[in-house]
């Protein structure tokens, strides 16, 4: 039951070796590792060549198409020269606990193949040298395609998935993504696949200067997140997220494609009416913050 874990790399000399370790000591070993770099100018690619002449598993690096992180990842994803059961994103500067893949494999061999299926979970913050900093928010409700019309909830680098979800990510190749996390998770969500949420941290989460993503936990968070919403960063979002569903909405099951149109219909009106009709579609996010600013985003019209 191989795995292929996908890793995309810019510059990450500093702490891909911990990383990589973390991949050897995994407990279960029955991997591939395939690394897109995106055009480093440090060591990283020569750190992952030496990695690869040590380990008895396959290791290969490859040039990613330098359009970006999001790219980076959903190109190795797509490609279908990389076949396996399994499927795993991988971050460069995190350390995954021992038993992160076979606690993931462990769900996902109960899940009937021709069901789309992604792994997630918390992660553990650490330090740029390790120091520990916390857990991630940790979600309560329940995975689903109302909360993933409006959040993200599962870092792609905690994100492993089966044959049947890649197939949706092969499907929608043509169609821009907010993020390979997000995508995976609305996709999934969207046919009626399943998600199971892990509370327990499958990996230690390196934040550091360079994180082009770091964790969503704090007041400085939200009030990036407040800021984003006032610029019309999340209806940008919305938009091109209903543009991916629209490549797989005929697979998608009546309930799903009807609370679709409530909530772009909750979109495309403004104030009252938009809030009345946000909450008529049943979607949702985690936490009643999260909740409070989506009902804002529609009062002032940028939902």
Same mark, same amino acid.
């Given at each position: 039951?191989?795995?292929?874990?996908?890793?995309?790399?810019?510059?990450?000399?500093?702490?891909?070796?911990?990383?990589?370790?973390?991949?050897?000591?995994?407990?279960?070993?029955?991997?591939?590792?395939?690394?897109?770099?995106?055009?480093?100018?440090?060591?990283?690619?020569?750190?992952?060549?030496?990695?690869?002449?040590?380990?008895?598993?396959?290791?290969?690096?490859?040039?990613?198409?330098?359009?970006?992180?999001?790219?980076?990842?959903?190109?190795?994803?797509?490609?279908?020269?990389?076949?396996?059961?399994?499927?795993?994103?991988?971050?460069?500067?995190?350390?995954?606990?021992?038993?992160?893949?076979?606690?993931?494999?462990?769900?996902?061999?109960?899940?009937?193949?021709?069901?789309?299926?992604?792994?997630?979970?918390?992660?553990?913050?650490?330090?740029?040298?390790?120091?520990?900093?916390?857990?991630?928010?940790?979600?309560?409700?329940?995975?689903?395609?109302?909360?993933?019309?409006?959040?993200?909830?599962?870092?792609?680098?905690?994100?492993?998935?089966?044959?049947?979800?890649?197939? #949706?990510? *092969?499907? $929608?190749?043509? /169609? =821009?993504?907010?993020?390979?996390?997000?995508? !995976?998770? %609305?996709?999934?969500?969207? @046919?009626?696949?399943?998600?199971?949420?892990?509370?327990?941290?499958?990996?230690?989460?390196?934040?550091?200067?360079?994180?082009?993503?770091?964790?969503?936990?704090?007041?400085?968070?939200?009030?990036?997140?407040?800021?984003?919403?006032?610029?019309?960063?999340?209806?940008?979002?919305?938009?091109?997220?209903?543009?991916?569903?629209?490549?797989?909405?005929?697979?998608?099951?009546?309930?799903?494609?009807?609370? #679709?149109? *409530?909530? $772009?219909?909750? /979109? =495309?009106?403004?104030?009252?009416?938009?809030? !009345?009709? %946000?909450?008529?579609?049943? @979607?949702?996010?985690?936490?009643?913050?999260?909740?409070?600013?989506?009902?804002?985003?529609?009062?002032?019209?940028?939902?």
């Amino acid at each position: 039951m191989t795995v292929a874990i996908l890793m995309g790399t810019m510059n990450g000399a500093a702490y891909i070796r911990e990383q990589l370790e973390s991949i050897a000591g995994q407990t279960e070993r029955d991997w591939t590792l395939y690394v897109s770099d995106d055009g480093s100018s440090d060591a990283t690619c020569q750190i992952v060549e030496r990695f690869a002449e040590v380990v008895p598993q396959f290791v290969t690096v490859r040039m990613g198409p330098r359009r970006g992180f999001v790219e980076n990842f959903l190109g190795l994803a797509r490609d279908s020269a990389i076949e396996a059961d399994f499927f795993a994103f991988c971050d460069q500067d995190d350390v995954w606990h021992a038993d992160k893949l076979s606690r993931a494999l462990t769900w996902l061999r109960s899940i009937p193949e021709s069901i789309p299926a992604v792994y997630l979970s918390r992660t553990e913050l650490i330090g740029p040298s390790g120091e520990p900093m916390g857990q991630s928010t940790l979600f309560r409700r329940q995975p689903g395609f109302g909360n993933a019309l409006v959040q993200s909830i599962g870092g792609a680098n905690t994100m492993v998935f089966n044959r049947a979800a890649r197939s #949706l990510l *092969k499907v $929608t190749a043509s /169609r =821009s993504a907010v993020s390979h996390d997000w995508c !995976l998770y %609305l996709l999934c969500t969207a @046919v009626g696949g399943a998600v199971y949420y892990d509370p327990d941290p499958s990996i230690k989460y390196r934040q550091h200067g360079n994180n082009i993503m770091g964790s969503n936990r704090g007041v400085l968070s939200s009030l990036r997140r407040i800021k984003m919403l006032g610029a019309g960063t999340f209806s940008r979002w919305n938009e091109i997220n209903r543009h991916l569903l629209a490549g797989i909405e005929e697979q998608m099951p009546s309930p799903n494609r009807e609370m #679709l149109r *409530k909530f $772009t219909e909750a /979109r =495309s009106s403004r104030g009252l009416v938009s809030l !009345l009709r %946000l909450n008529q579609c049943g @979607v949702y996010r985690q936490t009643a913050v999260g909740n409070l600013g989506l009902g804002v985003s529609a009062l002032i019209g940028k939902l």
